[in-house]
Nanobody
Framework: QVQLVESGGGLVQPGGSLGLSCAASGSIFSIYSMAWYRQAPGKQRELVATITQGGTTNYADSVKGRFSISRDNAKNTVYLQMNNLKPEDTAVYYC??????????WGQGTQVTVSS
């Protein structure tokens, strides 16, 4: 079992920045990648960014150049730095861990609202 706890969501104006954190605990040794997803009202959950144990990153086209995913292995924490935020970035953001066993786990989600 893995527990994921997100923090850092909130309200920000368009063009602003916000950082999210996801702290992992439990069977973290089996994680091979972690990711951030988001789900806006009335829409399907979508992948935002991923990072592997080796540090390889991947981003959705809609956030490339604006968002940055990183990890601190010593703290078992993954971060998502979001810059130049747009109203369409408004969503609940979820942390996900993918494991060599094929299992995956989700955090409880954190709300990000971009509005003036």
């Amino acid at each position: 079992q893995v527990q994921l706890v997100e923090s850092g969501g909130g309200l920000v104006q368009p063009g602003g920045s916000l950082g999210l954190s996801c702290a992992a605990s439990g069977s973290i040794f089996s994680i091979y990648s972690m990711a951030w997803y988001r789900q806006a009202p009335g829409k399907q959950r979508e992948l935002v960014a991923t990072i592997t144990q080796g540090g390889t990153t991947n981003y959705a086209d809609s956030v490339k150049g604006r968002f940055s995913i990183s990890r601190d292995n010593a703290k078992n924490t993954v971060y998502l730095q979001m810059n130049n935020l747009k109203p369409e970035d408004t969503a609940v953001y979820y942390c996900n861990s993918a494991h060599w066993s094929g299992d995956d786990y989700w955090g409880q989600g954190t709300q990000v609202t971009v509005s003036s």
